[in-house]
C-alpha cells in the first residue's frame, strides 16, 4: 500500500520569506499526489494535486509543487509567506487503482511576523 | 451550493456506549470516507465506499462500522466507545474511480469518558 512521510512536525518561517514543506511518498507505480492545508478548526482544503503530466504543479493561495520520481518526492513551496499560512499542511498519496488515500502526519507551519 | 456536513461538531459519551457520527453530501459523489485525527498520525482511515450498499475497512477499522444504504450519508458507528476513540473525525467524498480532490466536512470532535 502507498504511504507518506511529512519529516518536518512543526516549522516557523517569518513572514515574507520562502518556505518549503517536504513530502516522501511510497508507491511503486506513477502517484497520485496532493497538498491540503487545514486552518485551526476547519476541515481540510485542497491545495493542489499531481496526475501527469508537467511536474511542477501550481495550486491556490500562490503555493506550487514539485514532483521528483528519483527522490520520491514532493515538496510545497511558496516564494514569500503571509501571516494566514499559518497552519497544519498534508501530503497525500494515491494509487491509481483505487479511490482511497494516504495521509501524511501533518507540518504545522508558525508564522513569526 | 453543494457541501459535505457532520453532525454533532461536538460529542461527549462514556465507555461502552454505542455512539453514531452522521456525514451527510450532496456533491452527489459516489466515494465517501471517514478518517479520524490524532496529534503526530495525521489522518487515518477507518471505512470508505465506493457506493451505495459498498463499504471497505481502512487502516483503523477495528471497533468501527458503516453502512452505505443511499449516496448521500455515511453513518459512523462505534459499537462499544472506547477511551482511545477519543478523536476528531472527518468524513470526505469525492468522486470518480481514481484518486480524485476529497471535499472535507468540518469535523466531529468525539470525547470518550
Known amino acids: 500500500a502507498q504511504s507518506v512521510t511529512q519529516p518536518d512536525i512543526h516549522i516557523t518561517v517569518s513572514e515574507g520569506a520562502s518556505l518549503e514543506l517536504r513530502c516522501n511518498y511510497s508507491?511503486?507505480?506513477?502517484?497520485?499526489l496532493f497538498w491540503y492545508v487545514q486552518s485551526p478548526g476547519q476541515g481540510l482544503q485542497l491545495l493542489l494535486k499531481?496526475?501527469?503530466?508537467?511536474?511542477l504543479v501550481q495550486g491556490i493561495k500562490g503555493f506550487e509543487a514539485e514532483f521528483k520520481r528519483s527522490q520520491s518526492s514532493f515538496n510545497l513551496r511558496k516564494p514569500s509567506v503571509h501571516w494566514s499560512d499559518a497552519a497544519e499542511y498534508f501530503c497525500a498519496v494515491g494509487a491509481y487503482e483505487s479511490s482511497d488515500m494516504r495521509f501524511g502526519a501533518g507540518t504545522r507551519l508558525t508564522v513569526k511576523p | 451550493d453543494a457541501e459535505i456536513t457532520q453532525s454533532p461538531r461536538h460529542k461527549i459519551t462514556e465507555t461502552g456506549r454505542q455512539v453514531t457520527l452522521a456525514c451527510h453530501q450532496t456533491?452527489?459523489?459516489?466515494?465517501m470516507f471517514w478518517y479520524r485525527q490524532d496529534l503526530g498520525h495525521g489522518l487515518r482511515l477507518i471505512h470508505y465506499?465506493?457506493?451505495?450498499?459498498?463499504?471497505n475497512k481502512g487502516e483503523v477499522s477495528d471497533g468501527y462500522s458503516v453502512s452505505r444504504s443511499n449516496t448521500e450519508d455515511l453513518p459512523l458507528t462505534l459499537e462499544s466507545a472506547a477511551s482511545s476513540q477519543t478523536s476528531v473525525y472527518f468524513c470526505?467524498?469525492?468522486?470518480?474511480?481514481?484518486?480524485?480532490?476529497?471535499?472535507f466536512g468540518p469535523g466531529t470532535r468525539l470525547t470518550v469518558l
Open positions: 499531481y496526475f501527469s503530466g508537467d511536474t
Open positions: 508507491y511503486g507505480a506513477t502517484p497520485y
Open positions: 456533491w452527489n459523489h459516489n466515494n
Open positions: 465506499s465506493y457506493g451505495v450498499q459498498d463499504t
Open positions: 470526505a467524498s469525492s468522486s470518480g474511480t481514481q484518486p480524485n480532490e476529497q471535499f
